[in-house]
């Protein structure tokens, strides 16, 4: 049974920086493409981040871009987000999901990724 959880959100001021982590069970890790995305109530499942099977791609929203990094380490089972420069526009819940392996995907389309956490939230204080 794949099994996928979120770790390291939290409460952090404008300006600051935070690192979210996401550990994936139950797949064979390093062959599946891993994403970042973020949801705030009453709004659509946003991509933030993606990054190839290997790690050396990634694919960096633009309302992120030069602000967050997205990592993995494929010895640890873990894929990092790491997020600097946070406003207050970055609060929301933020999830973690596994691509197929079969294509290889990494893009920011949440429909594209089959394996989701249950997201850890991230508020931003102004």
């Known amino acids: 049974q794949v099994e996928v959880v979120e770790s390291g959100g939290g409460l952090v001021q404008a300006g600051g920086s935070l690192r979210v982590s996401c550990t994936a069970s139950g797949l064979a890790f390093g062959v599946h493409p891993m994403g970042w995305f973020r949801q705030a109530p009453g709004k659509e499942r946003e991509g933030v981040a993606g990054i190839s099977r290997s790690g050396a791609s990634t694919n960096i929203a633009d309302s992120v871009q030069g602000r967050f990094t997205i990592s993995r380490d494929n010895a640890k089972n873990t894929v990092y987000l790491q997020m600097d420069s946070l406003n207050a526009e970055d609060t929301d819940m933020y999830y973690c999901?596994?691509?197929?392996?079969?294509?290889?995907?990494?893009?920011?389309?949440?429909?594209?990724?089959?394996?989701w956490g249950q997201g850890t939230q991230v508020t931003v204080s102004s």
């Open positions: 999901a596994a691509g197929a392996r079969s294509s290889g995907y990494y893009g920011l389309n949440p429909g594209r990724y089959d394996y």
